[in-house]
């Protein structure tokens, strides 16, 4: 049997083992996916090798260290530098990051989208620009404190700390901050926030399974919105096509993990 887990801290709360088992069910595939407690990141390739993983997924606060520990790094992750799913290949570990290319397909439905403001300037924040940029949309940062825009400035993505920040008009508004998560709290302060939900043509917020403030306040603007789960679950489906080898093609992957948000 193939083994498969997903690294977090907090880990939980993670709907992945569903989303993954539920593919493996549905395809015949003899697997299973688990779950690992990681607080140390440095011992996650040690505690890969020595579970007899075949694959994994990465999440919070591990992506940046999981992709120092690669043997290789494939694709956008090269330039995120920072990896959610790894790969054995050969004896060797294999880095990806499909959090770019789900979040893509995930924003698909608000139809043509020219330029993208993201909330927050951590590891999912890296991505989304990296892969806005790359399907030419223009990214924007706007984070609360200044300490982690060096990664944009060097990319040349425009990115701004509060002060200093002047609304403009954006198309999407994304927000990639913690804030709702297990507090009461908007990304930005209020005012901002109305300004720019005024001038925009939808929002998303990447967190799943709550209704966050900021997702209160899209709601009451009557904009177009969306949460992280289709995220998730485009994110989980390229994960799944490389832990198979692309075996099992992506229309077959998807509504068996589709069905698992149901259950
Ligand atoms: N749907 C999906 O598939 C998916 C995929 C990936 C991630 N996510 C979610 O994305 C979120 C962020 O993940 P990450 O890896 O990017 O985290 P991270 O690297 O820890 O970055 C967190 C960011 O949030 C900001 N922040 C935290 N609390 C805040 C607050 N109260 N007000 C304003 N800003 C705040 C931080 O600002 P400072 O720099 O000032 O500290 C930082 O920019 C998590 O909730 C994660 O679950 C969802």
Redo the contacts with the bound molecule.
Sequence with gaps: MKLFSIFGDPIAHSRSPLMHNSVFKALGVCACYSRTHLSDGSQLRDVFISKGLSGANVT??H?ESAYAQCDEVRGIAKEIQAVNTLVLEKGRLIGYNT?AD?FMSAIQSFGPIRNALIL??????RALSIALTHGEITPTIL???S??LDFFHKEGIYAYCWDGFTAAEYDLIIN????G?S?N?L?IPRPLLLELLSRAKGAID???GKETPFLREIKVSGLPYKD?SD??LE?GVLANHLFLHGEYPIDKIRPAMQHSFSL
Excluded: C, F, H
């Design positions: 919070v606060p992506k959090d789900g927050g300037a951590g590891g999912t924040a984070n609360r404190s300490g982690r990639t901050t913690s804030a998560l507090d709290e990304p990447v967190i799943y992280g995220m998730l994110q």
